[in-house]
């Protein structure tokens, strides 16, 4: 059973940082493309980032990018997102997702439960 589950969300304050981390567990994680997606209240979902499993290649939204760094450990199984800077209109959940392939490009197929961030004084 594949499992995505997020930790790392909490309060913090405008120019701070928080590390979202994305335990994955039930297939091979260094074969699949890894995302990160966020929900803000009232908005639909939004595409943050994402790491291809060959290559290396990341890529990022224009909202994020020069703020966000996603990387990935895979002798950890784990996927992450550094967020610096950080605003007010990145208070959101965020959720790691699952790609079909190797590549960023592709269809996700499974998404985490998600972890809150809050940007606020």
């Known amino acids: 059973e594949v499992q995505l589950v997020e930790s790392g969300g909490g309060l913090v304050e405008p120019g701070g940082s928080l590390r979202l981390s994305c335990a994955a567990s039930g297939f091979t994680f260094s074969n699949h493309a890894m995302s990160w997606i966020r929900q803000a209240p009232g908005k639909g979902p939004e595409w943050v980032s994402g790491?291809?499993?060959?290559?290396?290649?990341?890529s990022y939204a224009d909202s994020v990018k020069g703020r966000f760094t996603i990387s990935r450990d895979n002798a950890k199984n784990t996927l992450y997102l550094q967020m610096n800077s950080l605003k007010s209109e990145d208070t959101a959940v965020y959720y790691c997702?699952?790609?079909?392939?190797?590549?960023?490009?592709?269809?996700?197929?499974?998404w985490g439960k998600g972890t809150l961030v809050t940007v606020s004084s």
């Open positions: 790491f291809s499993s060959i290559g290396g290649s990341t």
């Open positions: 997702a699952k790609l079909l392939l190797s590549s960023i490009y592709g269809g996700m197929d499974y």
